[in-house]
C-alpha cells in the first residue's frame, strides 16, 4: 500500500542522487504504513523507524555538504530544519518504544506534510542554485 507517491514532475530537485534519497525516505515511510496496516508487531515497526532517524541523517548530510561545499547561503536555515525533523521523529520514536501505539497516525501525517513540505519550500531553493554549479 502507498502512503505517500513520488511525482517526480512535482517533488525532482534535478539532482539524482538528491532525487533517489528523497525517494528512499517515501519509502521508509510507506514501510511504516504498511506495518501499521498489517498490525506488525511493535519490535517490526520500531527497527522501520530505527531506519528512518538512519537514513535521514545520511539524507541531510549530503545535502548540507553539497550545500556547504558550494557555498549556498541558505545553509543554516536548513541544517535547522533538518535537525527539528531529527529530533521531532525521535520524539516519536521514543513515545513509540513507550507503548503509545496511538502515536503512529500521528507520526506518519508529520512524516509525509514534513518531508513532502520541506521538498517543495527548501530543496527546490538550493536546486537551481547548485544546477548552476553543475550538480545534477
Given at each position: 500500500m502507498i502512503?505517500?507517491?513520488w511525482v517526480d514532475e512535482k517533488y525532482s530537485v534535478n539532482i539524482g542522487e538528491i532525487n533517489q534519497q528523497h525517494q528512499r525516505l517515501i519509502g521508509i515511510i510507506?514501510?511504516?504504513?504498511q506495518a501499521k496496516v498489517e498490525n506488525q508487531?511493535?519490535?517490526?515497526?520500531?527497527?522501520?523507524?530505527e531506519k528512518m532517524v538512519d537514513y535521514t541523517k545520511t539524507h541531510f548530510q549530503t545535502e548540507e555538504e553539497l550545500m556547504a561545499e558550494h557555498d549556498f547561503p541558505e545553509l543554516e536555515p536548513h541544517r535547522?530544519?533538518?535537525?527539528?525533523?531529527?529530533?521531532?521523529?525521535g520524539e516519536f520514536s521514543r513515545k513509540f518504544s513507550m507503548n503509545d501505539d496511538s502515536i503512529i497516525e500521528e507520526m506518519?501525517?508529520?512524516?509525509?506534510?514534513?518531508?513532502?513540505?520541506?521538498?517543495?519550500?527548501?530543496?527546490?531553493r538550493y536546486a537551481p542554485y547548485l544546477n548552476?554549479?553543475?550538480i545534477y
Open positions: 502512503f505517500v507517491r510507506n514501510e511504516v504504513y508487531n511493535r519490535n517490526t515497526i520500531a527497527g522501520i523507524l535547522n530544519a533538518h535537525q527539528f525533523f531529527v529530533t521531532k521523529v506518519l501525517d508529520f512524516l509525509k506534510e514534513w518531508l513532502l513540505k520541506h521538498i517543495m519550500e527548501m530543496d527546490k548552476e554549479r553543475g
